[in-house]
Protein backbone atom coordinates (compact mmCIF):
# COMPACT_ATOMS: atom_id res chain seq x y z
CA UNK A 1 0.00 0.00 0.00
CA UNK A 2 0.92 3.39 -0.72
CA UNK A 3 0.57 6.57 1.95
CA UNK A 4 -2.20 7.57 -0.88
CA UNK A 5 -3.90 4.39 0.81
CA UNK A 6 -5.94 6.14 4.58
CA UNK A 7 -8.40 5.51 6.77
CA UNK A 8 -11.48 7.94 6.61
CA UNK A 9 -15.32 8.57 7.65
CA UNK A 10 -17.48 7.73 4.66
CA UNK A 11 -19.77 10.89 3.99
CA UNK A 12 -22.69 11.81 2.07
CA UNK A 13 -20.40 12.78 -1.26
CA UNK A 14 -18.91 9.40 -1.03
CA UNK A 15 -21.72 7.10 -1.36
CA UNK A 16 -21.60 6.62 -5.19
CA UNK A 17 -18.11 5.16 -4.94
CA UNK A 18 -18.93 2.87 -2.25
CA UNK A 19 -22.28 1.89 -4.24
CA UNK A 20 -19.49 0.98 -7.22
CA UNK A 21 -17.53 -1.29 -5.06
CA UNK A 22 -20.17 -2.93 -3.26
CA UNK A 23 -21.82 -3.59 -6.18
CA UNK A 24 -18.63 -5.48 -7.55
CA UNK A 25 -18.91 -7.32 -4.27
CA UNK A 26 -22.28 -8.41 -3.50
CA UNK A 27 -23.95 -7.10 -6.72
CA UNK A 28 -25.67 -4.68 -7.71
CA UNK A 29 -29.28 -2.72 -6.02
CA UNK A 30 -32.62 -2.39 -7.67
CA UNK A 31 -34.04 1.23 -7.59
CA UNK A 32 -35.81 0.47 -4.21
CA UNK A 33 -33.54 -0.93 -2.78
CA UNK A 34 -31.36 1.87 -3.27
CA UNK A 35 -33.04 4.06 -1.87
CA UNK A 36 -33.13 2.38 1.11
CA UNK A 37 -29.38 1.35 1.19
CA UNK A 38 -29.16 5.47 0.80
CA UNK A 39 -31.72 6.35 3.69
CA UNK A 40 -29.63 3.87 6.09
CA UNK A 41 -26.41 5.07 4.62
CA UNK A 42 -26.71 8.21 6.00
CA UNK A 43 -27.75 7.21 9.40
CA UNK A 44 -24.18 5.67 9.97
CA UNK A 45 -22.91 8.61 8.44
CA UNK A 46 -24.68 10.46 10.95
CA UNK A 47 -23.59 8.24 13.40
CA UNK A 48 -19.86 8.11 12.87
CA UNK A 49 -20.61 4.44 12.45
CA UNK A 50 -19.31 4.37 8.23
CA UNK A 51 -15.70 4.09 7.91
CA UNK A 52 -13.79 3.47 4.63
CA UNK A 53 -10.45 3.51 3.03
CA UNK A 54 -9.34 6.18 0.40
CA UNK A 55 -6.63 5.51 -2.40
CA UNK A 56 -5.90 9.31 -3.55
CA UNK A 57 -9.71 10.54 -4.22
CA UNK A 58 -11.58 7.47 -4.85
CA UNK A 59 -12.70 4.60 -1.87
CA UNK A 60 -11.84 1.54 -2.62
CA UNK A 61 -13.12 0.22 0.55
CA UNK A 62 -15.95 0.86 3.63
CA UNK A 63 -17.53 -0.94 6.49
CA UNK A 64 -20.61 0.20 8.92
CA UNK A 65 -21.81 -0.88 12.08
CA UNK A 66 -25.15 -0.69 13.82
CA UNK A 67 -25.70 0.41 17.51
CA UNK A 68 -27.58 -2.96 18.39
CA UNK A 69 -28.19 -4.14 22.14
CA UNK A 70 -27.90 -7.92 22.46
CA UNK A 71 -29.20 -10.16 24.62
CA UNK A 72 -26.42 -12.30 26.54
CA UNK A 73 -27.77 -14.25 29.99
CA UNK A 74 -30.92 -12.26 29.53
CA UNK A 75 -29.67 -8.93 29.89
CA UNK A 76 -28.87 -6.36 27.14
CA UNK A 77 -25.59 -5.41 26.51
CA UNK A 78 -24.01 -2.95 23.71
CA UNK A 79 -22.99 -4.18 20.78
CA UNK A 80 -21.57 -2.89 17.72
CA UNK A 81 -23.27 -4.80 14.65
CA UNK A 82 -20.55 -4.78 11.72
CA UNK A 83 -22.40 -4.97 8.13
CA UNK A 84 -21.98 -3.70 4.70
CA UNK A 85 -17.90 -4.35 4.69
CA UNK A 86 -16.64 -4.68 0.55
CA UNK A 87 -13.32 -4.30 -0.39
CA UNK A 88 -12.65 -3.29 -4.37
CA UNK A 89 -11.65 -6.70 -6.30
CA UNK A 90 -8.23 -4.85 -7.06
CA UNK A 91 -7.57 -3.90 -3.60
CA UNK A 92 -8.33 -7.32 -2.33
CA UNK A 93 -5.46 -9.14 -0.58
CA UNK A 94 -3.17 -6.06 -0.22
CA UNK A 95 -3.97 -5.54 3.40
CA UNK A 96 -7.01 -3.33 2.80
CA UNK A 97 -9.74 -4.99 4.38
CA UNK A 98 -7.42 -5.56 7.51
CA UNK A 99 -6.80 -1.59 7.56
CA UNK A 100 -10.61 -0.94 7.13
CA UNK A 101 -11.79 -3.33 10.03
CA UNK A 102 -8.87 -1.93 12.56
CA UNK A 103 -10.37 1.25 12.00
CA UNK A 104 -14.01 0.05 12.64
CA UNK A 105 -12.90 -1.82 15.98
CA UNK A 106 -11.05 0.82 16.86
CA UNK A 107 -14.48 3.37 16.30
CA UNK A 108 -16.41 0.71 17.99
CA UNK A 109 -14.52 0.57 21.43
CA UNK A 110 -14.14 4.48 21.11
CA UNK A 111 -18.12 4.59 20.71
CA UNK A 112 -18.25 2.35 24.00
CA UNK A 113 -19.37 -1.07 22.34
CA UNK A 114 -17.89 -3.73 24.77
CA UNK A 115 -18.95 -6.47 21.87
CA UNK A 116 -19.10 -6.51 18.34
CA UNK A 117 -20.60 -9.27 15.90
CA UNK A 118 -20.75 -9.81 12.21
CA UNK A 119 -21.75 -12.86 9.50
CA UNK A 120 -18.75 -13.52 7.89
CA UNK A 121 -18.10 -13.98 4.21
CA UNK A 122 -15.32 -15.13 5.15
CA UNK A 123 -14.03 -16.47 8.36
CA UNK A 124 -9.91 -15.78 7.47
CA UNK A 125 -9.47 -12.30 8.51
CA UNK A 126 -12.31 -11.87 10.81
CA UNK A 127 -10.43 -14.47 13.59
CA UNK A 128 -7.29 -13.09 12.58
CA UNK A 129 -8.74 -9.77 13.87
CA UNK A 130 -9.91 -11.90 17.06
CA UNK A 131 -13.28 -13.00 16.26
CA UNK A 132 -14.71 -16.39 17.01
CA UNK A 133 -18.25 -18.26 16.59
CA UNK A 134 -20.65 -16.75 18.71
CA UNK A 135 -23.88 -18.80 17.49
CA UNK A 136 -26.16 -19.29 14.46
CA UNK A 137 -29.24 -18.02 13.17
CA UNK A 138 -31.75 -21.46 12.40
CA UNK A 139 -34.07 -22.16 9.93
CA UNK A 140 -36.57 -24.56 9.99
CA UNK A 141 -39.39 -25.80 7.81
CA UNK A 142 -42.64 -27.38 8.90
CA UNK A 143 -45.66 -28.64 7.19
CA UNK A 144 -48.38 -25.98 7.49
CA UNK A 145 -51.86 -28.22 8.15
CA UNK A 146 -49.52 -29.47 11.10
CA UNK A 147 -49.12 -26.15 12.65
CA UNK A 148 -53.10 -25.39 11.77
CA UNK A 149 -53.89 -28.18 13.92
CA UNK A 150 -52.10 -27.45 16.95
CA UNK A 151 -55.23 -25.16 17.96
CA UNK A 152 -55.20 -22.51 20.82
CA UNK A 153 -58.97 -21.34 19.27
CA UNK A 154 -59.64 -20.64 23.18
CA UNK A 155 -56.85 -17.72 22.75
CA UNK A 156 -57.99 -13.98 21.35
CA UNK A 157 -55.62 -13.25 19.04
CA UNK A 158 -55.88 -9.86 17.06
CA UNK A 159 -53.70 -8.05 14.00
CA UNK A 160 -51.06 -5.53 15.23
CA UNK A 161 -49.97 -2.77 14.38
CA UNK A 162 -47.30 -0.13 13.98
CA UNK A 163 -48.90 1.50 17.36
CA UNK A 164 -47.90 -2.00 19.41
CA UNK A 165 -44.51 -1.39 18.63
CA UNK A 166 -43.87 -0.77 22.36
CA UNK A 167 -45.68 -3.69 23.40
CA UNK A 168 -44.07 -6.02 21.00
CA UNK A 169 -40.87 -5.15 22.46
CA UNK A 170 -42.09 -5.74 25.92
CA UNK A 171 -42.98 -8.99 25.08
CA UNK A 172 -39.47 -9.54 24.22
CA UNK A 173 -37.86 -8.39 27.21
CA UNK A 174 -40.05 -10.83 29.29
CA UNK A 175 -39.23 -13.27 27.38
CA UNK A 176 -35.73 -13.32 27.36
CA UNK A 177 -35.55 -12.17 30.90
CA UNK A 178 -37.29 -15.04 32.12
CA UNK A 179 -35.45 -17.69 29.85
CA UNK A 180 -32.18 -15.96 30.45
CA UNK A 181 -31.70 -15.82 26.80
CA UNK A 182 -28.44 -15.32 24.42
CA UNK A 183 -28.10 -13.59 21.07
CA UNK A 184 -30.93 -12.00 19.85
CA UNK A 185 -30.89 -8.26 18.78
CA UNK A 186 -32.70 -5.27 20.43
CA UNK A 187 -34.20 -2.99 17.96
CA UNK A 188 -35.19 0.29 18.56
CA UNK A 189 -39.04 0.90 18.63
CA UNK A 190 -39.17 3.21 15.45
CA UNK A 191 -37.50 0.09 13.62
CA UNK A 192 -40.40 -2.10 15.17
CA UNK A 193 -42.94 0.12 14.17
CA UNK A 194 -41.67 0.22 10.54
CA UNK A 195 -41.44 -3.52 10.45
CA UNK A 196 -45.31 -3.81 11.91
CA UNK A 197 -46.50 -1.41 8.99
CA UNK A 198 -44.47 -2.94 6.57
CA UNK A 199 -48.30 -4.19 4.39
CA UNK A 200 -45.99 -7.19 3.52
CA UNK A 201 -45.73 -8.27 7.14
CA UNK A 202 -48.52 -9.72 9.05
CA UNK A 203 -48.40 -9.17 12.45
CA UNK A 204 -50.80 -10.67 15.23
CA UNK A 205 -50.99 -10.01 19.08
CA UNK A 206 -51.82 -12.07 21.88
CA UNK A 207 -52.13 -10.97 25.51
CA UNK A 208 -48.62 -13.06 26.16
CA UNK A 209 -47.74 -13.48 22.38
CA UNK A 210 -47.30 -11.97 19.44
CA UNK A 211 -46.18 -13.78 16.09
CA UNK A 212 -44.69 -11.59 12.84
CA UNK A 213 -45.27 -13.94 9.44
CA UNK A 214 -45.13 -12.94 5.61
CA UNK A 215 -45.51 -14.61 2.32
CA UNK A 216 -42.35 -16.05 0.75
CA UNK A 217 -42.94 -17.03 -2.81
CA UNK A 218 -45.76 -19.86 -2.88
CA UNK A 219 -45.05 -20.38 1.22
CA UNK A 220 -45.09 -18.90 4.77
CA UNK A 221 -42.31 -17.63 6.74
CA UNK A 222 -42.29 -16.40 10.24
CA UNK A 223 -39.66 -13.52 11.33
CA UNK A 224 -40.11 -13.65 15.08
CA UNK A 225 -42.38 -15.44 17.22
CA UNK A 226 -42.97 -15.23 21.28
CA UNK A 227 -45.21 -17.42 23.35
CA UNK A 228 -45.49 -16.67 27.33
CA UNK A 229 -47.30 -19.80 27.41
CA UNK A 230 -48.38 -23.25 25.87
CA UNK A 231 -52.20 -22.09 24.79
CA UNK A 232 -50.37 -18.96 23.27
CA UNK A 233 -48.03 -20.77 21.31
CA UNK A 234 -50.88 -23.14 19.49
CA UNK A 235 -52.76 -20.48 18.84
CA UNK A 236 -49.98 -17.96 17.04
CA UNK A 237 -48.66 -20.95 14.99
CA UNK A 238 -52.53 -22.02 14.20
CA UNK A 239 -52.82 -18.73 12.97
CA UNK A 240 -50.25 -18.83 10.78
CA UNK A 241 -50.89 -21.99 9.70
CA UNK A 242 -53.84 -21.36 8.71
CA UNK A 243 -52.90 -20.21 5.16
CA UNK A 244 -52.22 -24.39 4.47
CA UNK A 245 -54.98 -23.78 1.61
CA UNK A 246 -52.79 -21.75 0.14
CA UNK A 247 -49.19 -23.06 1.83
CA UNK A 248 -47.77 -26.31 2.47
CA UNK A 249 -44.63 -25.05 4.00
CA UNK A 250 -44.12 -22.34 6.75
CA UNK A 251 -40.34 -21.60 7.46
CA UNK A 252 -39.54 -19.97 10.39
CA UNK A 253 -36.71 -18.43 12.05
CA UNK A 254 -36.75 -19.99 15.55
CA UNK A 255 -33.84 -21.64 17.86
CA UNK A 256 -33.49 -25.02 17.99
CA UNK A 257 -34.55 -25.34 21.87
CA UNK A 258 -38.38 -23.56 20.57
CA UNK A 259 -41.30 -25.68 22.12
CA UNK A 260 -42.73 -25.78 18.25
CA UNK A 261 -40.27 -28.41 18.11
CA UNK A 262 -42.09 -30.37 21.12
CA UNK A 263 -45.69 -29.16 20.29
CA UNK A 264 -46.00 -30.10 16.42
CA UNK A 265 -46.68 -33.91 15.79
CA UNK A 266 -44.66 -33.60 12.66
CA UNK A 267 -40.59 -33.49 12.41
CA UNK A 268 -39.26 -30.09 11.28
CA UNK A 269 -37.60 -30.52 7.59
CA UNK A 270 -34.57 -32.55 7.66
CA UNK A 271 -32.22 -29.24 5.92
CA UNK A 272 -32.57 -27.18 8.18
CA UNK A 273 -30.84 -24.06 7.66
CA UNK A 274 -27.51 -22.54 9.62
CA UNK A 275 -25.89 -19.21 9.66
CA UNK A 276 -23.21 -18.87 11.70
CA UNK A 277 -22.36 -15.37 12.90
CA UNK A 278 -18.80 -14.18 14.94
CA UNK A 279 -18.40 -12.29 18.11
CA UNK A 280 -15.57 -10.57 19.58
CA UNK A 281 -14.86 -8.69 22.68
CA UNK A 282 -14.45 -4.93 22.56
CA UNK A 283 -13.98 -4.31 26.10
CA UNK A 284 -13.45 -7.48 28.35
CA UNK A 285 -14.41 -6.13 32.13
CA UNK A 286 -17.37 -4.26 30.38
CA UNK A 287 -18.71 -7.27 28.79
CA UNK A 288 -18.15 -9.14 31.22
CA UNK A 289 -19.99 -6.57 33.63
CA UNK A 290 -23.05 -6.35 31.26
CA UNK A 291 -24.12 -9.87 30.38
CA UNK A 292 -25.77 -12.11 32.67
CA UNK A 293 -24.72 -15.74 34.17
CA UNK A 294 -25.58 -18.66 34.85
CA UNK A 295 -28.01 -18.77 38.04
CA UNK A 296 -26.11 -21.08 40.99
CA UNK A 297 -23.23 -20.59 39.17
CA UNK A 298 -20.69 -19.08 41.65
CA UNK A 299 -16.85 -19.26 40.79
CA UNK A 300 -13.44 -17.26 41.44
CA UNK A 301 -10.91 -17.59 38.72
CA UNK A 302 -7.82 -16.04 37.35
CA UNK A 303 -7.78 -15.36 33.66
CA UNK A 304 -4.51 -14.56 31.37
CA UNK A 305 -5.96 -12.55 28.29
CA UNK A 306 -4.04 -12.16 24.87
CA UNK A 307 -5.33 -9.60 22.26
CA UNK A 308 -2.96 -8.42 19.97
CA UNK A 309 -5.44 -6.30 18.16
CA UNK A 310 -6.90 -4.40 21.85
CA UNK A 311 -4.15 -4.07 23.72
CA UNK A 312 -6.33 -2.92 26.88
CA UNK A 313 -7.66 -6.14 27.49
CA UNK A 314 -4.51 -8.18 27.35
CA UNK A 315 -3.29 -8.85 31.08
CA UNK A 316 -3.75 -10.83 34.12
CA UNK A 317 -7.20 -10.60 35.27
CA UNK A 318 -9.18 -11.46 38.33
CA UNK A 319 -13.22 -13.32 37.16
CA UNK A 320 -15.87 -13.09 40.00
CA UNK A 321 -19.28 -15.02 39.29
CA UNK A 322 -22.22 -15.29 41.73
CA UNK A 323 -26.30 -14.36 41.71
CA UNK A 324 -26.18 -14.07 38.12
CA UNK A 325 -23.54 -11.25 37.71
CA UNK A 326 -19.88 -10.94 36.96
CA UNK A 327 -16.81 -9.06 37.66
CA UNK A 328 -13.18 -9.12 35.55
CA UNK A 329 -10.92 -6.81 37.96
CA UNK A 330 -6.91 -6.75 37.32
CA UNK A 331 -5.04 -9.06 39.05
CA UNK A 332 -1.63 -9.37 40.23
CA UNK A 333 -1.55 -13.48 41.33
CA UNK A 334 0.90 -15.77 40.70
CA UNK A 335 -1.55 -18.77 40.58
CA UNK A 336 -1.71 -20.47 37.18
CA UNK A 337 -4.40 -18.77 35.31
CA UNK A 338 -6.87 -19.90 32.75
CA UNK A 339 -4.85 -18.16 29.19
CA UNK A 340 -7.11 -17.61 26.49
CA UNK A 341 -6.36 -15.85 23.11
CA UNK A 342 -9.26 -13.09 22.15
CA UNK A 343 -10.70 -15.94 19.82
CA UNK A 344 -11.15 -18.41 23.25
CA UNK A 345 -12.50 -15.32 25.03
CA UNK A 346 -15.42 -15.12 22.53
CA UNK A 347 -15.76 -18.90 22.35
CA UNK A 348 -16.13 -18.75 25.67
CA UNK A 349 -18.31 -15.52 26.66
CA UNK A 350 -20.25 -17.22 23.98
CA UNK A 351 -20.74 -20.57 25.79
CA UNK A 352 -18.68 -22.79 23.93
CA UNK A 353 -17.17 -25.52 26.48
CA UNK A 354 -13.88 -25.08 27.81
CA UNK A 355 -13.20 -28.91 26.31
CA UNK A 356 -13.70 -27.52 22.97
CA UNK A 357 -11.66 -24.51 23.44
CA UNK A 358 -8.66 -26.54 24.75
CA UNK A 359 -9.06 -29.16 21.88
CA UNK A 360 -9.06 -25.85 19.56
CA UNK A 361 -5.74 -24.54 21.20
CA UNK A 362 -7.65 -21.40 22.24
CA UNK A 363 -7.55 -22.20 25.97
CA UNK A 364 -4.95 -23.14 27.81
CA UNK A 365 -3.10 -23.34 31.16
CA UNK A 366 -5.47 -23.32 34.67
CA UNK A 367 -7.08 -25.79 36.41
CA UNK A 368 -9.56 -28.43 34.02
CA UNK A 369 -11.35 -29.43 37.32
CA UNK A 370 -12.80 -25.77 37.21
CA UNK A 371 -13.56 -25.90 33.49
CA UNK A 372 -17.18 -27.44 34.70
CA UNK A 373 -17.85 -24.37 36.62
CA UNK A 374 -16.88 -22.35 34.15
CA UNK A 375 -18.85 -23.95 31.78
CA UNK A 376 -21.96 -23.35 34.19
CA UNK A 377 -21.29 -19.92 34.70
CA UNK A 378 -21.33 -19.09 30.61
CA UNK A 379 -23.90 -21.31 29.70
CA UNK A 380 -25.91 -20.39 26.84
CA UNK A 381 -27.39 -21.90 23.61
CA UNK A 382 -26.64 -18.45 21.41
CA UNK A 383 -28.59 -17.67 18.37
CA UNK A 384 -30.11 -14.76 16.47
CA UNK A 385 -33.07 -14.11 14.44
CA UNK A 386 -32.08 -11.16 12.38
CA UNK A 387 -29.94 -11.12 9.29
CA UNK A 388 -27.86 -7.37 9.34
Given at each position: ?????????????????????R????????????????????????????????D????????????FQ?W????????A???G????P?????????????????R????G??????Y?????????????F??G?????????G?????????????????????I??????????????????????????????????GY???????V???????????????????????L??T?G?????????????????P????I????????Q????M??L?????????R????????E?D??????????N????????????????P???????????AR????????T?L????R?????G??????????T???S????L???
Amino acid sequence: MTDAVRLVDIAVEHLDDVIRVRSRSFGPLDAASRDDWMKDAKEFIDGGRYLGVMDGDEVVAAARFWDFQQWWGGRRVPMAGIAGVVVSPEYRGRGVGSLLMRGVLQRAVDKGFPLTALYPATTVIYRHLGYEFGGGRYRFSFPAVGLRALGGKEVPVRRAGADDAARILELVAQAHTAGRTSGPLVWSESKVADWLADDDNFGYLAEDGFVVYNWEGGDLRVDEIIAGSEATARALWATVGSGSSIARTVSAYVPPSDPIHLLIEQEADKNAQLQRWMLRLLDAPAAIAARGFGIGASLEADLELEDAELPSNTGRWHLSVADGSGSLTPSTASSEALRLTARGLAGLYAGTPLATLRRAGLALGGSQAADAVLDTAFTSASYMLDYF
